[in-house]
């Protein structure tokens, strides 16, 4: 294949309109079979409206977040944007690339042309369900127009029409920010949607995250705010330059619709009968709407988002119909998926359908119980005017059962009627698994599942019950996963902003959970630590120093202030810890009371966060600082060797995660300690069955630190048990999604008895870390994959596996397999790898030692690499 440029993207936005940079960083990925190709050059087509295009010519091997090489766009600029790569000496050259656009938002609060927060004259409900807003404009344009831009977010979560026409595919924008420092707004073009003479903009919007119910056991309304409104600008841009502005201002009116509620946890009541049809078009008779007034709102902390939108990213036919044990009718979609239905009925006038959404059925009926206090539960009222059709505005639900009463018997009950419609931000998909073993093939695909389902707006714990919070513990797990399978950097780029404000408002201390809905919290590691680990998981992802360094702060914040140390540097031993998180021996009415000592984990972790601390500041050039942090660390070291390891190299705790975490995070003194640490791991491992003995501080390192060590063949054996606790144990009881709990359903089918439940939480999915690393054996040499380690181990009975990550770079891939060579001296088999490299990257490739002869390692470049190892002993 001829080698050529697929695509161009600024910082790390896939579709760059409305971006909060003036200079955006460009990036490009090649596509294309090219033996040893490298980069030498390049060059940059920008080209403004109205001008001529600009050619820059860079002598440079960089194809990654290279600098804008032109003057600032301005708010609202367009440009468009083509590269051509010239390789080495006598390697062929790229063609030019498609052309790209890119275009910054309204880069200050003067930009905003004095739009203004609206409100309803209507008055807000005191402590209790916000009914959703109507807000309408109604304006004239005069004259022809070029373009048009709507810039809008609000007082919660918006739908946005112009004309009638629904403006954009976001649903549930502008998302959750921590909305006291960082509030996103969004940008369409809408330049299709009007029309000279008379327009309207209409604009609807619900309680969402901002003035809604969040929180355990009923928790709290209004956290940043008691009433909703709309804060918008539509820029026209007429043929000579000139611009026209429709402003949010004190002209607009207000009303309510056919939405009656509609709450993250309760879900959505809807009234037919209350449509308006025609609200959000010219001539309207708005008759007994209300007027609005202006609130005060800070425009400084307006964001243009670091992610992409949540949308409608699939859609997930009825699988079934079927009765429970009490004679309730009930939907299958043969998957545990986070959304809503699609409905399209008809029926008589004021008759209410019921739709009651859970994860799992129990006894024969569905199991509300994990839900809490969460009602998840949908109602629509019909209007009686022929089919319509129904999806809810401002709730999503955690399901895979929907116990539906009240359907009318004019319409049939299938697949045609009832869509599950599949939400989630809608990140690219880069990472992919697949092997010989069907079991292991069905935990990856619930691995990803579980990630769609809790990476919505931000990144969640559970999708379902009164939580779906942003729990800084359960990313820090599987932060590695993610950047594997999605390109996240975006998605937790923003996030991590919001970690970062939230922790200057909480004495330097990273809350529990981010947005933090809960208060004053206490010093946590592993939860804190995550201001560390993730933008360092980050960066070996994508290989970004800036957004390394916009967190860099925070991370020294927390070290250096946000935790309690005892009188050596270690965890003040007073403080609240989860550590072991989960710990499969842990009582089911008491999660945290692991068999790992907290403060163990705790000490372990806050070593390995100095050290990543020191490895941070050595990349961003911080000479004093990593050396500061690396002699912190050495002294640390010494003061957990006392109080944890004997001077024979025995754990305080000898366990899993007591084992793993100082295997993994090199804590002992001597190479005879790990020999040792290691051969007594492998023997808990083998006298528990192969099953897990990890929790939240200890399964995602579990199999990296087996690895590290040569003992990947442990690591297989627990992978492919199927026995509580084990990955596969939540496959062979038909999981389509990873669990909370290792036995969050019992063998029996029925459901955990402890309070949390869930079985939609993405932790326990961080084994696919190592799968990709170790089975698929893609791991990035130096941060972005600029060099690529290329190892895959074989084991486990598999017969062959394929893995693909689209890097920055390009596609890298590994597929390999294993062919029997009976009446062979050898008595063994050949182990065939074929790797693909992408161009302007490097690879080393290990392959595995046949019987005798150790490993051999191989330096290549760009390309599609063949080997084979013959006589090779594998379990």
């Known amino acids: 294949m ?77 440009a468009t944007v083509r590269v051509r790569s010239s390789g080495q000496d006598s390697q062929p050259n790229t063609a030019w690339s498609g052309s790209f656009t890119v275009e910054p938002g309204l880069l200050s609060p003067e930009d905003w042309q004095d739009a203004a927060a609206i409100v309803s004259d209507r008055p807000t409900e005191v402590n209790q369900t916000h009914r959703p807003i109507l807000f309408r404009k109604e304006f004239k344009l005069d004259d022809s127009y070029d373009s048009a831009r709507l810039y809008i977010t609000a007082l919660g979560l918006y739908e946005a029409q112009i004309n009638g026409k629904r403006v954009g595919d976001h649903v549930l924008a502008p998302g959750w920010q921590a909305y006291a420092s960082r509030h996103e707004y969004n940008t369409y073009d809408v330049t299709e949607h009007l029309r000279q003479g008379a327009n309207t903009i209409g604009v609807t919007v619900g309680e969402g995250w901002y003035a809604g119910r969040l929180g355990f056991s009923g928790g709290q309304r209004n956290i940043y705010g008691d009433t909703l409104g709309v804060l918008c600008l539509l820029v026209v841009t007429k043929p000579d330059g000139t611009k026209e ?15 009656i509620t509609s709450e993250i946890y309760d879900g959505e009541k809807y009234d037919a009968r209350l449509e308006r049809s025609g609200w959000s078009n010219p001539g309207f008779n708005g ?195 993610a950047n594997f399978l999605y390109d996240s950097a975006g998605f937790l780029r923003g996030w991590l902003k919001d970690v970062h404000s939230e922790q200057k408002n909480n004495s330097d201390i990273v809350p529990f959970v981010v947005p933090n809905i809960l208060g004053a919290a206490t010093p946590t590691s592993i939860w804190g630590d995550s201001i560390v680990t993730v933008p360092w998981d980050l960066y070996q992802a994508f290989g970004d120093k800036v957004m390394l360094g916009e967190q860099y702060q925070a991370a020294k914040d927390w070290i250096d202030k946000g935790i309690s140390r005892n009188d050596v540097g270690l965890w003040n031993r007073s403080t609240f810890q989860f550590a072991d998180w989960l710990d499969p021996k842990a009582p089911a009415d008491s999660a945290g009371d692991a068999t790992t000592d907290k403060f163990l984990v705790s000490d372990a972790y806050l070593l390995h966060s100095t050290e990543l601390l020191a490895n941070i500041s050595s990349v961003l050039s911080f000479a004093d600082n990593a050396t500061t942090y690396s002699d912190q660390h050495t002294k640390l070291t010494k003061e957990f060797q006392k109080a944890w390891i004997s001077s024979g190299g025995k754990m305080e705790n000898e366990t899993q995660t007591g084992l793993a975490l100082p295997l993994f995070f090199e804590l002992f003194s001597s190479p005879e300690h790990y020999d040792s640490a290691l051969e007594r791991l492998v023997n ?157 990257t490097r690879a080393t490739v290990v392959l595995p030692g046949s019987k005798g002869k150790k490993k051999e390692s191989l330096e290549v470049g760009s390309g599609t690499h063949r080997y084979r190892v013959q006589c090779l002993q594998v379990n």
């Open 287 to 481: 008759t007994g709407w209300h007027g609005v007034h202006e609130v005060s709102f800070d425009k400084e902390k307006l964001a243009s988002p670091d992610a992409p939108p949540v949308r409608r990213v699939d859609e997930h036919k009825l699988v079934n119909v079927f009765k429970s044990a009490s004679g309730k009718t009930v939907l299958d979609f043969g998957q545990n998926l986070v959304g809503w239905l699609r409905v399209r009925v008809k029926g008589p006038s004021g008759q209410t359908i019921k739709f009651v959404h859970t994860e799992v059925m129990e006894d024969g009926e569905v199991a509300t119980r994990p839900l809490r206090v969460a009602k998840a539960t949908d109602h629509l009222t019909l209007s009686g005017k022929g089919v319509q059709e129904w999806e809810p505005s401002f709730t999503f639900h955690g399901f895979r059962y929907v116990e539906v009463e009240g359907w009318p018997n004019d319409t049939p009950l299938d697949e045609d009627s009832v869509t599950a419609i599949v939400v989630h931000t809608d990140m690219e998909r880069t990472g992919h698994f697949e092997c010989s073993n069907p079991l292991i093939n069905k935990l990856h695909q619930n691995i990803v599942w579980g990630m769609r389902g809790n990476f919505l707006s931000i990144p969640t714990d559970c999708p379902q019950r009164d939580e779906r919070l942003g729990w800084t513990g359960d990313i820090h797990a599987f932060a590695r996963t």
């Open 2 to 78: 001829a080698l050529s440029i697929s695509q161009i993207s600024f910082e790390h936005h896939r579709t760059a309109l409305g971006i909060a940079e003036s200079t955006p960083r460009i990036s490009w990925r090649f596509q294309g079979n090219v033996t040893d190709w490298e980069q030498s050059a390049y060059d940059l087509e920008i080209k403004r409206k109205g001008g001529e295009p600009d050619i820059f010519h860079v002598d440079s091997s960089d194809s990654v977040l290279v600098p804008w090489p032109s003057s600032p766009l301005k708010s609202g600029e367009e």
């Open 245 to 259: 502005y429709i402003r949010s201002d004190r002209t607009w009116k207000s009303g309510t619709g056919p939405v």
């Open 684 to 840: 808990i491992i083998q006298k528990n069955d192969f099953k897990v003995g990890t929790g939240f501080a200890g399964t995602h390192l579990l199999g990296h630190a087996l690895s590290k060590y040569g003992a990947s063949d442990t690591f297989y054996q627990m992978l492919l048990q199927k026995e509580t606790p084990s990955w596969l144990y939540q496959v062979v009881m038909n999981a389509t999604t990873t669990w909370e709990r290792w036995d969050s359903m019992l063998p029996n089918g029925t459901v955990n008895p402890g309070e949390m439940t869930s079985f939609n939480h993405y932790a326990v999915g961080s084994v696919a870390s190592w799968i990709h690393s170790t089975i698929g054996g893609l791991n990035p040499a130096e941060p972005g994959y600029k060099k690529i380690n290329i190892e895959p181990v074989p084991g486990g009975g598999l017969r062959r596996a394929s893995t693909q990550l689209q890097t920055p770079y390009g596609m890298a891939s590994t597929k390999w397999w294993l062919e029997d060579r009976p009446g062979q001296n050898c008595n063994g088999t050949d182990f065939h790898l074929v790797a693909q490299v992408p161009p302007n």
